[in-house]
């Protein structure tokens, strides 16, 4: 695995980037070596929300502070929907640093820790956390970034070690469908779809599918992980749709959006007691030229 700030992900994640998309402002489709190259190493590796977030920045400037979401993990004891739900706020970790809220940073830290806990895996990150803490604090975001790395290559050990590869399928596919709701939502600020091009990964979202096919039954008890393989199916179409009308792009990829905003709202969502709100979905992006992390 690479190291360096933008090819970590947040805890409970699995990766396997070789390199940032190089887009400019037309932001050319990922090429298949590029697109092959990020896939599937030893047991499951997606590229990391940092990944793409990063290529964003390159093609449209997003203003990551009106991206940022309230850390809540779901109340339930679902090992599958935990799971899912470490995926889902590690990705809104990557949003919280890119828009250098610490405070937002220190409250997904926390609630991750939580989840680790409820999973079992979380023996060895209390240094880590507390080092997160330090981190956000004291606004060191590269060295926050490192850590953040350091933390997802501990806690992906601490997985294999425990035989919980499928956990580690089951928060890649969940923070990059998180992920690629932020994207997409970006993309569909503009009117000219800048940044699409990082978006165009049907083979993943396919391969991602079949991963979670193949799990234990077990681990597909219930509606979530059914809800997400079908919502990584009709993903992988749309993003095949050669079509290149902007009306049409800009269609599917709000059907992207949507399917991905449902799914996630569904795995942040209490099964032992009725929240009083639902945990909202990406609010609409809007594209400025406010400076981003470096």
């Not at 953040?148 to 501990?154: I, P, S, V």
């Not at 993003?239 to 059907?255: A, F, G, H, V």
Request: charged share 20%; proline share 6%.
């Amino acid at each position: 695995m690479l190291t360096g700030r933008h090819f970590g992900v947040l805890a409970l994640m699995a990766i396997g980037c070789y390199g940032a998309p190089s887009i400019d402002s037309a932001t050319p489709p990922m090429t298949e070596p590029q697109r092959q190259g990020a896939v599937f190493l030893d047991a499951l590796s997606v590229p990391s929300p940092g990944e793409v977030f990063a290529a964003l920045n390159k093609a449209c400037r997003p203003n990551w502070a009106t991206l940022v979401t309230p850390a809540t993990a779901p109340v339930t004891t679902e090992r599958s929907q935990l799971a899912l739900a470490v995926g889902v706020l590690a990705a809104n970790g990557y949003v919280a640093v890119e828009a250098q809220d610490g405070q937002q940073v220190k409250n997904v830290g926390r609630e991750l820790m939580t989840l680790a806990k409820s999973l079992g895996v979380s023996q060895s990150l209390v240094g880590r956390g507390n080092s997160l803490i330090e981190f956000a604090d004291n606004n060191d975001w590269d060295a926050l970034a490192d850590e953040l790395e350091a933390t997802e290559n501990e806690v992906k050990n601490t997985m294999v070690e425990q035989q919980d590869r499928d956990l580690i399928t089951l928060t890649s596919a969940a923070a990059w469908l998180r992920g690629l709701e932020v994207a997409t939502g970006v993309v569909l600020a503009g009117d000219s779809l800048n940044g699409s091009g990082v978006l165009y990964q049907p083979e993943l979202a396919r391969r991602l599918a079949v991963q979670l096919d193949s799990l234990p039954d077990r681990m597909k008890r219930g509606s979530l992980v059914p809800e997400v393989k079908r919502t990584l199916e009709t993903t992988a179409s749309l993003l095949e749709d050669q079509n290149t009308k902007n009306d049409i792009l800009r269609k599917n990829y709000t059907k992207i959006h949507e399917d991905c905003s449902s799914v996630v709202k569904a795995i942040l969502r209490s099964s032992m007691k009725a929240p009083s709100t639902i945990p909202s979905s990406t609010p609409s992006p809007v594209s400025s030229p406010s400076p981003s992390r470096s």
